[in-house]
């Protein structure tokens, strides 16, 4: 298949024309939607709300396209991923803008998500499940092989919307599947640009994007023509997707909530730990499955700590994700605004101190101070539960048992670091975290070549790394009886 080197973007608008793609052609629906730019409220773009007989169609055509795209040889399904991670790297400018626009993230995130989705392209393309020879005498052969599942959906959150999109689409089409996507409702637009610019890259059917509300969530896990559901999102709506899911057995790979605990031993600089737990806690405006969500820090260095992070936290620059020098965006929609302000309030109810931040002002855009509590109570809600936005408890421990123990001490197990310069214990209490990454001073360091997990119910299934495209993939034992005269 010869891929074409020129891009087809040049007739594509990034900033009007949100279409779906359905059997390799753009779609529009009877009803749109708004989507809201969240630095100031305005709306920025109108979809197409899918409606059931379009998912039909789309899944159709994804179920045509499977034997096609199956039999497709592996080299060439890895060259065209590349040239997808080609093309979007082609567009790259326009899509950091217009993701700034949808999500709010400033221009050092965008850069972040949307190079990092070019590498993911180019290398999940080098990735293969090789078949694995048993035995092999002359009179039999047994060999385990993979096989592509069929028809996947993938269901997409707002906070990473095309780097999540990425982490499905790409070893999906590698393994041999077809796949039908479908963005969050707050953040559709690049999402449906991408698999729009893409198309001419793949025959029709094989890539498609469907736009809609929680409802076409739903319809996409209970789909009798869907093999497979790759959903990232919270840990609530992963328990319904199973549910769903359950009546025609799907297969699953679930990526869902966090509650990070960052544990910081005895012998840290706390000058140069600050920033570093800043931006685990802070990264995307705390919009992160992997932010710290909870900083335990030894009683001997916790006031430095503090008063460290406290000192750095001034610095950073809250605002517009357009204006060149913010390093911090807002909320990214207005459900999630109402949540982030409820754990404001609960804090203050419960007569919490704030050693920074604290109240909400009065719009425009959903903005909200960073926070720091000083020292809450372990069962307090901002400890126990995921706020997802910029308010972030500091605890004390003293006793490595019992930090671990608290550490451990959550429903959830995404990820975790621990900071410190006594390697040995450092390792020592990483190796006892129950979570699906530990990092030890460093933190959100991804590959795809990684895998990357939840533990307990942070998901099910992993991504990346080839224990990631396994997922797209059934495995078949094959066995030759080499014999002729046994039969
Ligand atoms: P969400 O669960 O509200 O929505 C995620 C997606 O699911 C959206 O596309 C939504 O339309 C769809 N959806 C909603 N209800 C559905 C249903 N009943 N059936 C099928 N689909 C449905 O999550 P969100 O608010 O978009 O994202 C934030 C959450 O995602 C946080 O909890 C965060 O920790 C989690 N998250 C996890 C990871 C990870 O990799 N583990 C990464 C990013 C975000």
Redesign the pocket.
């Known amino acids: 298949m010869a891929l074409q080197a020129e891009s087809v973007a040049a007739g594509i608008s990034f900033d009007t024309d949100y279409v779906s793609t359905i059997d390799g052609k753009a779609a529009t629906s009877p009803t749109t939607a708004s989507v809201y730019n969240p630095a100031t409220g305005q709306v920025i773009a109108s979809v197409p709300v899918t409606t059931r007989a379009e998912l039909d169609e789309a899944v159709a055509a994804a179920r045509r396209a499977f034997p096609g795209w199956a039999a497709t040889p592996l080299e060439e399904r890895q060259a065209i991923v590349s040239a997808i991670g080609d093309r979007l790297a082609e567009h790259a400018e326009e899509f950091m803008a217009l993701l700034t626009r949808e999500q709010g993230k400033p221009r050092a995130g965008a850069e972040w998500e949307v190079l990092g989705s070019v590498a993911w392209f180019h290398e999940i393309a080098r990735q293969s499940l090789p078949e694995e020879t048993l035995v092999d005498t002359p009179e039999r052969r047994v060999a385990t092989r993979s096989t592509p599942v069929g028809v996947v959906g993938a269901?997409?959150?707002?906070?990473?919307p095309i780097l999540?999109g990425v982490w499905k689409i790409a070893p999906a089409l590698v393994a041999g599947c077809t796949i039908v996507v479908?963005?969050?409702?707050?953040t559709p637009l690049c999402d449906l640009k991408l698999v729009e610019l893409v198309q001419d890259l793949l025959p029709p059917g094989v890539l498609s994007a469907v736009s809609?509300?929680?409802e076409?969530?739903?319809w996409?896990?209970a789909h009798p023509e869907i093999d497979k559901i790759a959903?990232?999102?919270?840990?609530?709506?992963?328990k319904?997707?199973m549910a769903?899911a359950s009546g025609t057995l799907k297969r699953l790979t679930l990526?869902?909530?966090?509650n990070d605990p960052a544990i910081v031993l005895p012998d840290v600089d706390p000058q140069k730990v600050a920033p570093a737990l800043f931006w685990a806690a802070f990264q995307n405006n705390a919009?992160?499955?992997?932010a710290t969500k909870r900083v335990y820090i030894h009683t001997d260095v916790y006031d430095a700590v503090r008063d460290a992070l406290v000192d750095y936290a001034r610095t950073v620059k809250v605002g517009d994700g357009a204006e060149p020098d913010t390093q911090l965006g807002p909320i990214q929609n207005e459900p999630?605004f109402r949540k982030v302000r409820e754990f404001f309030d609960d804090s203050r109810a419960s007569g919490h101190v704030f050693a920074l931040g604290g109240e909400i002002g009065d719009g425009p855009g959903w903005f909200v101070p960073i926070t720091l509590v000083d020292n809450p109570p372990e069962d307090s809600r901002l400890v126990v539960e995921?706020p997802?936005g910029p308010i972030l408890p500091l605890l004390k421990w003293s006793d490595e048992d019992d930090v671990i123990r608290r550490a451990n001490d959550t429903p959830y197990g995404?990820g975790a670091s621990v900071w410190g310069k006594d390697l040995t214990a450092v390792e020592r209490i990483g190796r006892r975290i129950d979570a699906g990454t530990v990092w030890l001073n460093e933190v959100h360091q991804y590959s795809p070549h990684q895998v990357?997990a939840?533990h307990k119910q942070?998901?099910i299934g992993a991504?990346n790394s080839l224990h990631g495209l396994a997922e797209y993939s059934n495995w078949q034992t094959i066995t030759l009886n080499k014999d002729p005269d046994a039969v």
């Open positions: 269901i997409v959150p707002w906070n990473f999540l479908k963005p969050s409702p707050f809609g509300d929680d076409l969530g739903k996409m896990t959903f990232t999102g919270s840990t609530e709506t992963g319904h997707v769903a990526e869902l909530g966090g919009q992160f499955c992997n999630q995921e997802f995404l990357f939840g942070s998901g991504e």
